[in-house]
């Protein structure tokens, strides 16, 4: 469960890092 967490949190940084990157 603590690993899906840190994965959706990982993610969910990297989805806004490649939006922001286009």
């Given at each position: ?7 959706d ?13 286009g």
């Amino acid at each position: 469960m603590f690993k899906a967490l840190v994965r959706d949190l990982i993610c969910d940084k990297y989805d806004r890092v490649f939006f922001e990157n286009g």
